[in-house]
């Protein structure tokens, strides 16, 4: 049995400790971010900063200033919060000034995410029948939540745990944490805050009520959630805007100030003079202020904030047609998180979400003039996110990063060990193996770029760290047809500029059938692959048309979109979607790609109230005549992105 020594009374759980009796340390990778779109910024300002400072990795450069001026953007970053924190803290150590997370409860259920197909959808919905065409088929749901719950209390606490520390070492000496929770687990997650945050800093256990069908008839119905705050330290210096959220006082006190003058509405009370017969006593009359002058004074209602706040708050819960709604299962209100935000954190203050689902945090701090980065593991989160930012007024220029190859580089290190040189070999077939036993297919030997077989096809796998070259596709046309073979299929996890339609009909001149297959990046995620989670999507094709007008004009028109999941799709959905079109959720272009960021110049998105899709851009004017790169991405009904670029002249 291992040695634990207990010094203080502390929540333990199986894997908290070493064997050795140590506390197990708490992962701190640091990988370099890759921004891999910028949002609401034009390429001018781009460049303007680049001379500056800017690489694709900057911020890791610490020479992103601090402010909007000084070229701060803020950041959604697609991603493990584990690493994604873990990687921010060399920039952002003691630099957040409030966190607020909602990791997943303690449900173990797989969350289903309602997907919205085209405008047909909301006619249905608004004909008042079964609802939209929502796509929640086992098959095609993308499986947000999967991962706490494997173990289990055990697993959650060690999980969260580990995101504390690392959220106590990023925020500021002034900072301010609320993590939120349900009932049952927030005890446990009192305790452990309890540990890593000092129990002095211990602020409030607020309780979130709301009211909600009640269904529960054996005992009481939950009808609240419990925010746990915590301060980073003793610090005279933190936020607390209490006035923000005072409440209007009741009907019963304010009928207390029942005398008005030209000031607002008073009550009469005794100053509590020394000797004054009517000492500070309150609800005096006008003749008390005759019989004693000097001895009372009006007390005003309306210079009073209202009722200062307490540990309690009723906010209603997302009703099924505000405009805030956005049929993300989790949402929560913007009220809530504008109190949080508004009294614990100042303009211009620093805001991190790392489990920011639908974007209520970044959507409330950009809102309310603060910076704000936010996080999620899930593509879906991401690009609900990226359309709900779109639509806040006058949004600042943001931008979406992942730790793209570098957290698959630390993955396959993790899983497959082979730190030593002379591992790295047996870590690349054991990749291999792994993605062909994922795919399906038998390994094969004595080829030199085909690494296995599924049915008819030929497989590659492409590298972890690297996208997959025309050159490497061109060679495995190649080999297949030189063992006669007239299928292949090419697995990978990012593919080179403007790969695709091109090599696919290359290798069908070739007589060779072309199979160009996306690697999720759920296979990183250990639960999802024991549950068999993983669905292989082959890249999607856009077709557009452009067309270039006087004065250096042009305009894009998606012509077609070759959707590869339709199969995935429930048949009496399917049935009802007439049009390829209705499986883009948004598109949008960088008028000018340089083979680094998406820049969104043009954006066009379905939301849940407009359905309605254009598919012709606006149009853009370009600055100058020459040869320009148009890059058009387009995100489907299950947030997976499709980029392609088009080469165009302006004269
Ligand atoms: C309860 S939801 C948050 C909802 C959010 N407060 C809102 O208003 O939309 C929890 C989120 O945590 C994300 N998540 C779960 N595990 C994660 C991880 N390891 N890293 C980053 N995000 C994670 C899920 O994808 C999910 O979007």
Known sequence: MPKIELKKTELVWPGKYNEDGTLKEVPRVNLPFQVIETINESRATREGKKGKSLSLFDIYQGKEGDTFEEGWRNKLIWGDNLLVMGSLLEKFAGKIDLIYIDPPFATGADFRVKLKVGEEGIRAAKMGEKADIEKIASAIEEKVYRDTWGKGLTSYFGMLTERLFLARDLLSENGSLFLHLDPTVSHYAKIVLDEIFGIDNFKNEIAWCYKERERVLNFYNPKHDVILFYSKSASNNRPFNWREACEEFSEVTKSK??????????????????????????????????????????????????????????????????????????????ALLQRIIQVSSMEGDLVLDFFCGSGTTPAVAEKLGRRWIGCDLSRWAIHVTRKRLLGVENCKPFEVLNLGKYERKYWIGVTFGGKK????????????????????????????????????????????????????????????????????HVLGWEWEMGMTPYIVQEAKRRGVKLLLVTIPREVMEQQAVDKGDILFFEVAHLEVDIKADKGRKMTVSLKDFAFPYADMIPEDVRDKIKKWSDYIDYWAIDWDFQNDTFMNGWVAYRTRKERKLSLKSDIHTYEKPGKYTIMVKAVDIFGNDTSQTFEVEVK
């Open 257 to 334: 100030f029942r005398y008005v003058d030209e000031k607002g509405h008073y009550q009469i009370r005794g100053t509590n003079k020394q000797g004054s017969p009517i000492r500070a006593a309150d609800g005096l009359t006008p003749e008390h202020e005759k019989k004693y002058p000097g001895l009372t004074y009006r007390d005003y209602l309306e210079i009073r904030p209202g009722v200062a706040p307490r540990d309690w708050w009723t906010i209603p819960i997302i009703n099924k047609a505000a405009d805030e709604r956005l049929d993300y299962a989790t949402q929560k209100p913007e």
């Open 421 to 488: 040189k002379d591992e790295q070999q047996v870590v690349v077939f054991q990749y291999i193996a792994f993605m062909l036993k994922l795919y399906s297919a038998e390994p094969l030997t004595g080829m030199q770029h085909l690494h296995g077989k599924k049915g008819r096809g030929l497989v590659h796998v492409g590298a972890v760290d690297a996208p997959v070259t025309i050159d490497e596709v061109n060679a495995c046309i190649e080999e297949c047809l030189a063992v006669g073979q007239k299928e292949l």
